[in-house]
């Protein structure tokens, strides 16, 4: 279960559950004809040090674009993010995300010959992307009103399909097949913010554990309350915290660690867990019991155990001090001639070229009506579509609302930064009035 979405505050933690924007449904048809063509070589390297590592990696089965760009009224994937899926990141022995979910099925592979636990977990992770909205979020108990299910939050294929938001989606299937232990790892999707450390496709790590029904007699017939303070319950707890605890240690070294209560639809009690590294706390995942309904739902009501889910993408920028989450995504040799399979390296930087700058303001409701319909991550999307990784941040600088006429205007200036070369004023203005002309596609007039 994907314990970990909820907070914005670090690459691969895009909660679906703490969202307050309005649900907005926006079809990616007008995105398909005019991005269809799209210059997606703005999102490759263009530096003569760069080799196409694409031919060294080839793609996975579920890079297949037209999966995902289908033309059902309800889907808003645009072709960039429709580019990224069959990537298989995690998959490459010899890349950061590799190298992170490697580590982590070693230490868990490790655990089956240990005395005190002896417990074999079975390795998912590739799984299609594509799951349904039960999967996603029913199973879940994710009630149906709750604003990480809106269009302005997640990719839809069609009204009942989607891009996965979290590897959690898979948790019931699993289960339902009778996996008592399992860790599930792969590439997931959220519409968000542009920065640094945040990008629309990243990757997460689950692992789900079922206790022996031998341990957990005591829990039967016992109320949520009950339940919540019993022996069998701790028992949970402690398990849960213990495995954790050992995982940090094995990824970080010995460090010292601390536990916040939380909450997910999905667990009871829920927990997060914090290290001290570099001179500061950092959250690292989430986790929890199993709650019951959860359990329920995938023909599992016999049974008790923990859940955790982290982000592979938090962890490897840590790890390998990576600045920028959009080299995960780099084709340039020179980031990934730094490493080395099982290999945990600092990342030696290769270039730092300075950024353009540039602004866009606009009005998002009209004089008349005054009706606001602007979904911030839709414009997002929008850049995103029309210059690909060049877009390094976009950020809200001015926000107002005019005093006689009520009208709203939003002003954002978007950084535009090349991992490998220099850019253009030339070039970027080219892309910044394309940017211009499609933000109208939002029912935006620009100011």
């Keep these: 279960m994907m314990i970990q979405l909820t907070s914005r505050r670090a690459a691969g933690r895009i909660s679906p559950f703490l969202s307050s924007r309005v649900p907005q449904l926006r079809s990616n048809n007008h995105l398909l004809q005019r991005f269809s063509a799209a210059p997606f070589s703005t999102i490759k390297p263009t530096s003569q040090a760069s080799t196409n590592k694409a031919s060294q990696n080839p793609l996975g089965k579920y890079a297949v674009p037209s999966r995902y760009l289908q033309p059902h009224p309800n889907n808003n994937i645009t072709p960039h993010i429709a580019s990224l899926v069959g990537r298989d990141l995690h998959l490459r022995p010899s890349h950061p ?91 997931v999707y959220r519409r968000d913010e542009i920065d640094a450390t945040h990008y629309p496709a990243f990757h997460q790590m689950e692992g789900v554990k079922l206790m022996s029904t031998e341990s957990m007699i005591g829990a039967d017939g016992l109320s949520d309350e009950q339940w919540l ?60 019991v199993i709650h019951e309904q959860v359990l329920d739902l995938s023909n599992r009501s016999d049974r008790r155990g923990w859940a955790f889910g982290l982000g592979l993408e938090r962890l490897a920028m840590i790890l390998f001090k990576i600045p920028d989450i959009r080299l995960f995504w780099t084709e340039d040799e020179r980031f990934h001639r730094q490493f080395k399979e099982g290999k945990i390296v600092e990342f030696q930087p290769y270039s730092k070229f300075p950024p353009v700058f540039k602004d866009i303001a606009f009005w998002t409701n009209d004089e008349v009506t005054k009706k606001d319909d602007f979904v911030e991550n839709d414009f997002f999307d929008l850049v995103r579509s029309t210059a690909g990784d060049l877009v390094e941040k976009i950020e809200l600088i001015d926000a107002f609302t005019h005093p006689k006429t009520g009208r709203s205007s939003r002003c954002y200036r978007i950084s535009y930064r090349s991992m490998d070369r220099n850019l253009t004023n030339e070039e970027i203005d080219e892309l910044q009035f394309k940017v211009r002309d499609e933000t109208a596609t939002l029912g935006c007039e620009l100011r």
């Excluded at 970080?252 to 916040?260: C, D, I, L």
Aim: charged fraction near 25%.
């Design 97 to 187: 995300i590799g190298i992170i979910r490697s580590k982590i099925q070693e230490y868990f592979a490790s655990l089956s010959s240990s005395t005190t636990d002896n417990t074999n977990y079975k390795i998912f992770d590739a799984e299609d992307p594509i799951v349904t909205a039960q999967q996603c979020f029913d199973d879940l108990l994710i009630p149906p009103d709750h604003p990480g299910r809106a269009p302005s939050d997640t990719y839809y294929v069609t009204d009942t399909k989607l891009l996965r938001t979290h590897t959690s989606a898979h948790q019931s299937q699993h289960l339902r097949s009778g996996v008592d232990a399992f860790l599930c790892c792969g590439d």
């Design 229 to 288: 303070q019993s022996a069998e319950c701790q028992l949970i707890e402690a398990d849960l915290k213990a495995t954790l605890e050992g995982l940090m240690d094995h990824l970080f070294g010995p460090t010292e660690k601390r536990w916040n209560e939380d909450f997910f639809p999905f667990t009871q009690p829920s927990f997060e867990l914090e290290i001290y590294h570099n001179d500061e706390w950092m959250e690292v995942l989430g986790c929890g």
